[in-house]
C-alpha cells in the first residue's frame, strides 16, 4: 500500500510562491498518475492539478493554469506543486493523490491513495 506524505505548505504572501512536494513509501508510483487537489474551509475537495504515470501529460483546473506546474520524479518516488504568482483564493489544505493507472482523472473519487495534506495560506 502506498503511503504518501506532503510538505512544503506555510504562509505566503500575495504574489509569492511555494513548491509542494509529496514522498511516496511502500510502494512505487511510477505506475500511477498523480494529482494534486486542494480544500478550503467550508467548501468541497477541488481538483488542483494532475500529472501521467510517465510525466509527459499534465492538466491543470483553469483557476491555476499559468501559475501552478506540477511535476515528477519517479526516481525519488516524489510528486512535486510549484505555486507562483499565489492568490488569496488559494489558501487551503492541499492534498496528493494516486491514482492506480495510467492517466489521471479530475474526480476525486477516482483516486487510491492519499495524503494527510499540507496547509497553504496566501495573505493579501
Known amino acids: 500500500q502506498v503511503q504518501l506524505v506532503e510538505s512544503g505548505g506555510g504562509l505566503a504572501q500575495a504574489g509569492g510562491s511555494l513548491r509542494l512536494s509529496c514522498a511516496a513509501s511502500?510502494?512505487?508510483?511510477?505506475?500511477?498518475?498523480m494529482g494534486w487537489f486542494r480544500q478550503a474551509p467550508g467548501k468541497d475537495r477541488e481538483f488542483v492539478a494532475a500529472?501521467?504515470?510517465?510525466?509527459?501529460?499534465?492538466y491543470y483546473a483553469d483557476p491555476v493554469k499559468g501559475r501552478f506546474t506540477i511535476s515528477r520524479d519517479n526516481a525519488k518516488n516524489t510528486v512535486y506543486l510549484q505555486m507562483n504568482s499565489l492568490k488569496p483564493e488559494d489558501t487551503a489544505v492541499y492534498y496528493c493523490?494516486?491514482?492506480?493507472?495510467?492517466?489521471?482523472?479530475?474526480?476525486?473519487?477516482?483516486?487510491?491513495?492519499w495524503g494527510q495534506g499540507t496547509q497553504v495560506t496566501v495573505s493579501s
Open positions: 511502500g510502494g512505487t508510483i511510477s505506475n500511477y498518475a
Open positions: 500529472i501521467t504515470w510517465n510525466g509527459i501529460i499534465t
Open positions: 493523490a494516486a491514482q492506480n493507472g495510467p492517466v489521471p482523472y479530475v474526480l476525486r473519487e477516482k483516486y487510491d491513495y
